[in-house]
T-cell receptor, first 113, second 117 residues
C-alpha cells in the first residue's frame, strides 16, 4: 500500500541552525513526492515537490531529494529563520493512488531567535 | 494569488447534530477534495469530486458524510449526525487535474476545526 512516515516533532531550533526533517515512504509504482507547509492560521501550502527519482525539489532555501533506493524525501535547510516556524507535511501521490494524496503526520518546527 | 477559502474556521457542535462545512475552491479548478486530520494523526483523504459527482472516497467517508456543489462556486461537506470521533481539522482542496496525476499539485484551504461535544 501507500504510506508516508515522517519524523516526530516537535522540533525546536535556534535561528541559523541546520534543519533536517526525515520522510520515508512506501508506495506502489513511482509516486511524486511533496512537502507542504502550514504556517500558523493558514492552509497547507506546497513548499516543493519532485516527480521522479534523483530529482531535487527546492524553494525558499529548502531542499529535498527523491531517493528511490532509500525510499526517502528528507527536507533540509541550511540556515533556518524564525519565519520558518510552521508544521511541515510530507506527502505522496501518483498514478497508483487514484485521486488521493497520502500524508505524514506533520512535524512542527519552532525556530527561536 | 488565488486561494481556497473555507468557512467556518472553527465550529463547536453537539453530538448528533448536523454540520455543514463550506469551501470555495479556486475558480478554474475542476477537482475538489476533502481531507481531515484528527489531532496528532495523519492528514487523511475523505473524498474527491469531479464533474458533479464523487470520483473516489475512502472508507472513512461513510453514509453520514455527503458532499455537494450547490452552485458554481461552493463545495460543501455535510456530516449528518456528528460523533465525538468526528472532531478534527477538515481541509478542503482543489486542483486543475486529478490529484493522483503525476506531479499534479493540489491547493488547500486553511481548514475548518470541528469540535464535537
Amino acid at each position: 500500500g501507500n504510506s508516508v512516515t515522517q519524523m516526530e516533532g516537535p522540533v525546536t531550533l535556534s535561528e541559523e541552525a541546520f534543519l533536517t526533517i526525515n520522510c520515508t515512504y512506501t508506495a506502489t509504482g513511482y509516486p511524486s513526492l511533496f512537502w507542504y507547509v502550514q504556517y500558523p492560521g493558514e492552509g497547507l501550502q506546497l513548499l516543493l515537490k519532485a516527480t521522479k527519482a534523483d530529482d531535487k525539489g527546492s524553494n525558499k532555501g529548502f531542499e529535498a531529494t527523491y531517493r528511490k533506493e532509500t525510499t526517502s524525501f528528507h527536507l533540509e535547510k541550511g540556515s533556518v529563520q524564525v519565519s520558518d516556524s510552521a508544521v511541515y507535511f510530507c506527502a505522496l501521490s501518483g498514478r497508483n493512488t487514484g485521486n488521493q494524496f497520502y500524508f505524514g503526520t506533520g512535524t512542527s518546527l519552532t525556530v527561536i531567535p | 494569488e488565488p486561494e481556497v477559502t473555507q468557512t467556518p474556521s472553527h465550529q463547536v457542535t453537539q453530538m448528533g447534530q448536523e454540520v455543514i462545512l463550506r469551501c470555495v475552491p479556486i475558480s478554474n479548478h475542476l477537482y475538489f477534495y476533502w481531507y481531515r486530520q484528527i489531532l496528532g494523526q495523519k492528514v487523511e483523504f475523505l473524498v474527491s469530486f469531479y464533474n458533479n459527482e464523487i470520483s473516489e472516497k475512502s472508507e472513512i467517508f461513510d453514509d453520514q458524510f455527503s458532499v455537494e456543489r450547490p452552485d458554481g462556486s461552493n463545495f460543501t461537506l455535510k456530516i449528518r449526525s456528528t460523533k465525538l470521533e468526528d472532531s478534527a481539522m477538515y481541509f478542503c482542496a482543489s486542483s486543475v487535474r486529478a490529484g493522483g496525476f503525476s506531479g499534479n499539485t493540489i491547493y488547500f484551504g486553511e481548514g475548518s476545526w470541528l469540535t464535537v461535544v
